[in-house]
């Protein structure tokens, strides 16, 4: 059994398969999931487990050199604006685009971990840095 890292095999399994600048996203449970990209449904109810939790528990075991919000995010959930300025905190580089644009790089992501929260524009891309 696994004593440290991600418990969660498939994240564990894509986590040791990301190289630099491969992405994958955090959402929440209304984002559309594109065809053909990997989706890890983690969803038991309604704002279970929440965005914010998925995420932590995932940049502890991930190497993330940049994130990018949905910019209705600033006005629409400022919970997630906090989130990503603490990102900024800690050397993260963050972008905010339009939430259509956001949709449409949802395409090129590796995985989407679709998590339980029902606030809007809780959505992240993270694009993997290395660690050396």
Request: glycine share 8%; net charge negative.
């Amino acid at each position: 059994m696994k004593k440290l890292g991600h418990l969660n095999r498939d994240i564990a399994r894509v986590l040791a398969g990301m190289g630099h600048t491969d992405s994958l996203v955090i959402a929440d449970c209304g984002l559309p999931i594109p065809p053909g990209v990997e989706c890890i449904d983690l969803a038991l109810a309604l704002g279970e487990p929440g965005f914010a939790r998925v995420l932590d528990t995932v940049l502890a075991d991930f190497q993330c050199e940049r994130a990018v919000f949905a910019d209705e995010c600033r006005s629409h959930n400022p919970a997630v604006l906090d989130i990503a300025a603490g990102l900024m905190q800690h050397g993260v580089a963050v972008d905010f685009v339009s939430h259509a644009q956001f949709k449409q790089r949802c395409q090129e992501a590796k995985v989407i971990i679709r998590t339980g929260e029902c606030t809007p524009y809780a959505n992240v891309i993270l694009h993997s840095g290395v660690i050396f």
